[in-house]
Antibody, heavy 121, light 107 residues
């Protein structure tokens, strides 16, 4: 079955960087886009961007341009999302999520379990 | 960027009730609208894609409708396991914006 397994919780200081991994299994990694979505404590879902599993092309929400880097390692079926220059308001649960295309429709059918990133001095 | 607005933000209802949640897009998104359910401590789960297509395994009491800018998610007869937060998301363009969520609580 399709699974996305994320790396463990992280605690970082303001100004540091964090890199979250998302290992995919049960499907052909290069055939799908991977979204990254975050959720601050008690808040809603925020789309950060996506990466094309085939060619590595990325599309970031403007809010994260220049501070977030999405990469992938096809040999390991793993997507990565790095946030640099961390601030306290980056404290959130970070999810990877697989994109599905059906005709012209696009939706997320599988989510990782989430990685909690806490930014605190 | 397309803004997605859900109403209400919170809703109290009883088991067996029929419930409707609305999602409005700031511009036309055709039928490129998905609905997700999230329970505390869990990742979201897909319910409806392309405005009205029921994801495999999702109970038929969930249904979606709409096109253009106005969409609805309806639960025909609330079950205890349906109390959760619901999000709409547009897939017409990037950024793939979500609504702010509707928290469905037990009355």
């Amino acid at each position: 079955q399709v699974q996305l397994e994320q790396s463990g919780a992280e605690v970082k200081k303001p100004g540091a960087s964090v890199k979250v991994s998302c290992k995919a299994s049960g499907y052909t990694f290069t055939g799908y886009y991977m979204h990254w979505v975050r959720q601050a404590p008690g808040q809603g879902l925020e789309w950060m961007g996506w990466i094309n599993g085939n060619n590595g092309d990325t599309n970031y929400a403007q809010k994260f341009q220049g501070r977030v880097i999405m990469t992938r390692d096809t040999s390991n079926s793993t997507a990565y999302m790095e946030v640099t220059r961390l601030r306290s308001d980056d404290t959130a649960m970070y999810y990877c999520a697989r994109d599905i295309r059906r005709g012209s429709a696009s939706y997320i059918d599988t989510w990782g379990q989430g990685t909690l990133v806490t930014v605190s001095s | 960027d397309i803004q997605m607005t859900q109403s209400p933000s919170s809703l109290s209802a009883s088991v067996g009730d029929r419930v409707t949640i609305t999602c409005r897009a700031s511009q036309s998104i055709n039928n490129y609208l998905n609905w997700y359910q999230q329970k505390p401590g869990n990742a979201p789960k897909l319910l409806i894609y392309a405005a009205s297509s029921l994801q495999s395994g999702v109970p038929s009491r969930f249904s979606g409708s709409g096109s253009g800018t106005d969409f609805t998610l309806t639960i025909s007869s609330l079950q205890p396991e349906d109390f959760a937060t619901y999000y709409c998301q547009q897939s017409y363009s990037t950024p793939r914006s979500f609504g702010q969520g509707t928290n469905l609580e037990i009355k």
